[in-house]
Nanobody
Framework: VQLVESGGGLVQAGGSLRLSCAASGRTFSRYAMGWFRQAPGKEREFVGG????????YYTESVKGRFTISRDNAKNTVYLQMNNLKPEDTAVYYC?????????????WGQGTLVTVSS
């Protein structure tokens, strides 16, 4: 499956952005999806994930209450709605796919989209 992120950009602290990740190539609904980010000079960090059916969604603690993951299997797209953004959210954001709801290994990755939050 091929993944393409979009929606990144520059936003002031407290603002919002919505990232999209469009999938193609294989049946999107067969894949659990995740969002990751990598800030300059730091390791890649898991942001959150959503199961194949969309019935279970989970987030890393630092984004709970501010970020929302959703998916539209009819549109082959997963979203990351980011509200109340903080400068520490600045990073390249990646979506990823895995063929099982279980496990932590993601097999497919997008190219990333840059989110910059100014103070």
């Amino acid at each position: 499956v091929q993944l393409v992120e979009s929606g990144g950009g520059l936003v002031q602290a407290g603002g919002s952005l919505r990232l999209s990740c469009a999938a193609s190539g294989r049946t999107f609904s067969r894949y659990a999806m995740g969002w990751f980010r990598q800030a300059p000079g730091k390791e890649r960090e898991f942001v959150g994930g959503i199961r194949r059916s969309g019935g279970s969604i989970y987030y890393t603690e630092s984004v709970k209450g501010r970020f929302t993951i959703s998916r539209d299997n009819a549109k082959n797209t997963v979203y990351l709605q980011m509200n109340n953004l903080k400068p520490e959210d600045t990073a390249v954001y990646y979506c990823a796919a895995k063929s099982s709801d279980l496990g932590v290994l993601y097999n497919y990755w997008g190219q990333g989209t840059l989110v910059t939050v100014s103070s």
